[in-house]
């Protein structure tokens, strides 16, 4: 099994393919983007930010690479991963994408779990996320890989270019990811279940809403595959670790003052972890 970075990016301001060379990718038109010297480059233009520092703040992406490092959803990773891995043929290069890869952990974890398999195939690897801060760590801890950042809303990839997308409690765009992909290619989504760190929401807030009814149906463009949940048990000690969680979460900014506060007074917590892991297959 090798790693190799993703080559079939397309301009952000016209939709051209790029071309690496000489430090920067360029498309035909002239529009030129520089990679950092960290290996990562920029390709979400001023008109598509929705603030001067979108996305993840170093902070938030330093929480949540310690948080993740530890291992705490480490097996959500090793079921992704297979999932990945499942139905890919040995010979060739299965491309994937991590729509929204933070620094990049669950890609980490792709080429860990394929490395321990005879017959995983080739990988070439893309991972995009709108915040530079995630981007940056991501290209500093694994360099066999194309970093990006960009937005989901409008995905720098060439059209059909993609065998596997993963959306991992991100912000998923079907028609943007059904496009990338090639017919017959998947979507993996991990979705929070209802469950899903019951016992912290529980601290934070004043009530906890009813779970959603889950959408059976499939979104359009894809045909559901399947489904499967991932539920285990979890205790965090100490409060820095439950400061991390809490700080990677939405439920940092949704939570109220009072509700911060008693979480930051824990010392330990028992936690439940519940998610949904859905394949969805491109239609053809």
């Not at 038109?29 to 950092?36: E, L, R, V």
């Not at 520092?53 to 959803?73: N, Q, T, W």
């Not at 009813?210 to 000690?237: K, M, N, Q, V």
């Not at 979460?249 to 998610?275: F, K, Y």
Request: proline share 6%; net charge negative; glycine share 8%.
């Amino acid at each position: 099994m090798s790693t190799s970075s993703f080559e079939a990016l397309a301009c952000p301001l016209d939709g051209d393919p790029l071309e690496r060379s000489d430090g920067a990718w360029r498309c035909a038109a002239g529009h030129s983007f520089d990679i950092a010297r960290q290996g990562y480059v920029h390709l979400l233009p001023v008109q598509n930010k929705r603030s001067r520092d979108p996305g993840d703040s170093k902070a938030m992406v330093a929480a949540r690479r310690r948080f993740l490092e530890a291992g705490h959803y480490r097996p959500i990773a090793e079921a992704v991963s297979r999932a990945v891995l499942a139905e890919a043929p040995a010979c060739g290069t299965l491309s994937c994408l991590d729509a929204g890869c933070g620094e990049g952990f669950y890609l980490r974890e792709l080429v860990e779990v394929a490395e321990g398999q005879n017959d995983a195939p080739a990988l070439a690897l893309l991972g995009v996320d709108i915040s530079k801060w995630a981007v940056l760590a991501a290209a500093k801890l694994h360099q066999g890989a194309t970093w990006v950042v960009g937005t989901n809303a409008h995905l720098p990839v060439q059209a059909g270019s993609l065998d596997r997308v993963l959306c991992l409690f991100g912000f998923p765009v079907y028609p943007e990811f059904a496009r990338v992909l090639k017919p017959g290619g998947e979507l993996l989504l991990v979705e929070a279940g209802p469950d899903h760190l019951r016992e912290l929401r529980e601290i934070i807030y004043p009530s906890v809403k009813p779970p959603r009814e889950g959408d059976a149906a499939a979104p359009d463009g894809f045909t559901r595959h399947s489904c499967e949940t991932l539920r285990y048990a979890i205790e965090l000690e100490g409060a820095a670790p439950i400061a991390d969680l809490l700080a990677m979460t939405p439920h940092l900014h949704r939570a109220g003052a009072e509700g911060r506060e008693r979480a930051a007074a824990l010392t330990s917590l028992s936690l439940t972890v519940d998610v949904r892991l859905a394949r969805f297959a491109r239609a053809s």
